[in-house]
């Protein structure tokens, strides 16, 4: 056991360094990954009842217990497509722009064992991510004698970076021979940067913390907890939350975001379904519940009459989501798996936010997943992913921060292709 623990380190660290390298990013429901462990994010993100890999701590902690003693290390590759753009300006401040940056790796690392036939420890490594822009400049004649501007008549370059990479050691305990229950504690490293939003330092309580001020950190810590019921050998259930994940601040955006740099990671709920249809044959249901509203930064509506930073500032008016997954596995070969699912998610953007959201575009809605988990030996194996997020737009008039009406709109759509590694020990 105690040479299990130390192998397992070690590959820890190694997830560790790759999951903080710059740009994770995932197919999303809202900027929320749809799915976490590849072979869930195959059946569409169900999770919550499944005991399938080794990313506990990221869907439901209570079903390490009832999971193999296992590790999991893979890589996702997104690639999304965003484009924005302003149409019917009095003033002539129409454009378009498709952002820039378009392919994302995202490393994922999960880990379980048991110590005893109750005690069960775990540790998951995952991202969340998907508000990446990066729009070209000098589109626009935003003025008399100015210089050609960006879509929010800026100067250079406009968008956002935004990456959450969270670390969750995770402990289940067994009640009985049915019932479990976990905990997760979520320890999060965030990293932020804007671009091209000088416009907007004439309202904001802090001008010269709110564009082009390099990356900022903000560090946080919440925890996860849930329960987890195999009814019989057919059906079994699963229900998680997570709180907020409570972070410092980003100093050098205190300008931009509400509460004077405050950005936590929502609060989410989640409860799951899986049946055993046949010995071979998996179908699972999810149903999550992410409370965007909760966080000021995310959930102030962008018309706020308030200063930029301060408490009441405006944000990107995003709305709390409900997300409904479904998913299938079945074991058509002793050692061969396919899987498929589909995930639908309520838009959290309104178009009477739609311009800062220009930025944050997470509009997606509906996404399929398809994959399969070839056995390699009786102990190891890989999976395969790919998720299809569907084109969607949002449009609505134009801030009145910027002169002279008009409609914005925001579209996004996302691939990704995926592979991780599994064994059993």
Wanted: net charge negative; with cysteine; aromatic share 10%.
């Amino acid at each position: 056991m105690i040479k299990n623990i130390k192998a397992s380190y070690g590959l820890s660290l190694v997830a560790i360094a790759a999951v903080l390298s710059p740009g994770v990013a995932s197919a999303t429901d809202g900027y929320f990954a749809a799915g976490y462990g590849m072979q869930n994010i195959a059946m569409g993100g169900t999770a919550f009842a499944v005991t399938n890999d080794g990313l506990y701590g990221a869907n439901n902690p209570a079903n390490g217990s009832f999971s193999d003693n296992e590790f999991d290390l893979g890589l996702n590759l997104f690639i999304p497509g965003r484009t924005a753009s302003r149409t019917g300006n009095a003033y002539g401040l129409n454009g378009s722009a498709t952002s820039r940056t378009t392919l994302f790796p995202i490393p994922e690392f999960g880990y379980n064992n048991h110590l005893t036939d109750r005690l069960t420890i775990g540790l998951s490594i995952y991202g969340n991510g998907g508000m990446n822009t990066a729009y070209p400049g000098g589109q626009l004649t935003c003025g008399p004698g100015a210089p050609p501007g960006n879509l929010l008549c800026g100067q250079g370059g406009l968008g956002v970076s935004l990456t959450q990479v969270l670390i969750a050691p995770t402990v289940s305990y067994r009640l009985n021979d049915s019932i479990s229950v976990g905990i997760a504690p979520q320890f999060a490293i965030q990293q932020f940067s804007a671009s091209g939003l000088q416009a907007f330092t004439g309202v904001s309580q802090s001008p010269g913390n709110v564009t082009d001020r390099g990356d900022s950190y903000s560090y946080g810590a919440g925890v996860r907890f849930g329960g987890y019921w195999r009814v019989n050998q057919l059906l079994a259930l699963g229900i998680t939350y997570q709180t907020q994940v409570y972070s410092t601040k980003f100093s050098q955006y205190s300008g931009l975001f509400a509460g004077g740099g405050s950005f936590n990671i929502p609060a989410n709920f989640g409860a799951g379904v899986a049946l055993h249809i046949t010995p071979t044959l998996l179908v699972a249901a999810d149903y999550e519940r992410i409370f965007y509203s909760g966080v000021a930064a995310i959930g102030n509506q962008s018309s706020n009459h308030a200063p930029l930073g301060s408490a009441n500032g405006p944000g990107f008016g995003w709305r709390d989501i409900n997300v409904f997954k479904i998913g299938v596995a079945d074991q058509v070969l002793p050692n061969l798996t396919l899987r498929a699912g589909y995930n639908h998610s309520d838009d959290p953007v309104t178009s009477s936010n739609i311009t800062f959201n220009l930025l944050a575009p997470g509009v997606i809605e509906n996404q399929i997943a398809f994959g399969a988990t070839y056995d390699l030996s009786p102990v190891s194996s890989l999976t395969a992913s790919y998720t299809h997020a569907f084109k969607n737009t949002v449009s609505g008039a134009t801030s009145p921060l910027l002169p002279g009406g008009g409609i914005d709109s925001a579209s996004l759509t996302e691939d990704e292709i995926g592979i991780s590694y599994e064994r059993k020990f």
